[in-house]
């Protein structure tokens, strides 16, 4: 089976701008979770995708908003970027039943924030 | 809150030698506690994880161990060779079904 994979692997943007980031997972999973990952602070949790439906939220601001398609591909969304947001992004996938908690990670994508 | 707290940030060992990372967690109802290994410039894999209905479980060098009552886990590493050079984190469910991570144990082997 083909892993997570995730585009771009690479942005560089400039303040103010949005970003869309893609990930596409594992033929069968149907959640996906994005994390932020930076120095010092560790893989924090973004968001989860289950069935085209947000199941689950961190502690982010409105800026960051994700959605997902009915092949469980998904999309985060970053508006009105701040410094601040420079970090690698990634996304994982699950089965996502009840219990099913096994997540792969994909390669991830740096998003640079200028 | 949710909170997973990992320690130590940074360890390093003699190659050989045996490699302790230990996490604490806050949510009583955390059932599911994976260990991932991130290589410099790679994605982090998920290397063993542990449920809890069990209170260790162990493949080949690496072993995990849990104490639910103390609300503690480990990860032991054994006869450490220079391929485990790498930063682990250790994470945890929540009520909620949501991942939690510790915020990572970088590991020097030293030669």
């Known amino acids: 089976k083909a892993g997570v994979t995730q585009t771009p692997r690479y942005l560089i943007k400039t303040r103010g701008q949005q970003v869309t980031l893609s990930c596409s997972p594992i033929?069968?999973?149907?959640?996906v979770s994005w994390y932020q990952q930076t120095p010092g602070q560790g893989l924090q949790f973004l968001f989860e995708?289950?069935?085209?439906?947000?199941?689950n939220k961190g502690n982010f601001p409105g800026r960051f908003s994700g959605r997902q398609f009915s092949n469980s591909r998904s999309e985060m969304n970053v508006s009105t970027l701040e410094l601040g947001d420079s970090a690698l992004y990634l996304c994982?996938?699950?089965?996502?039943?009840?219990?099913?908690?096994?997540?792969?990670f994909g390669p991830g994508t740096r998003l640079t924030v200028t | 809150g949710e909170n997973v707290e990992q320690h130590p940030s940074t360890l390093s060992v003699q190659e050989g030698d045996s490699a302790v990372i230990k996490c604490t967690y806050s949510?009583?109802?955390?059932?599911?506690f994976p260990w991932y290994k991130q290589e410099l410039g790679k994605r982090p894999q998920l290397i063993i994880d542990?449920?809890?209905?069990?209170g260790e479980k162990k493949d080949q060098r690496i072993a995990v161990t849990l104490n639910k009552t103390a609300k503690h886990f480990s990860l032991h590493i054994t006869e450490t060779q220079p391929e485990d050079s790498a930063v682990y984190f250790c994470?945890?469910?929540?009520?909620?079904?949501?991942?939690?991570f510790g915020k990572g144990t970088r590991l020097h082997i030293l030669p």
């Open positions: 033929s069968g999973h149907r959640s």
């Open positions: 994470a945890a469910s929540n009520r909620d079904d949501k991942i939690i």
């Open positions: 949510d009583s109802a955390s059932n599911y």
């Open positions: 995708y289950f069935s085209e439906t947000q199941r």
């Open positions: 994982a996938s699950s089965l996502g039943g009840r219990g099913q908690y096994e997540q792969y």
């Open positions: 542990i449920r809890s209905n069990v």
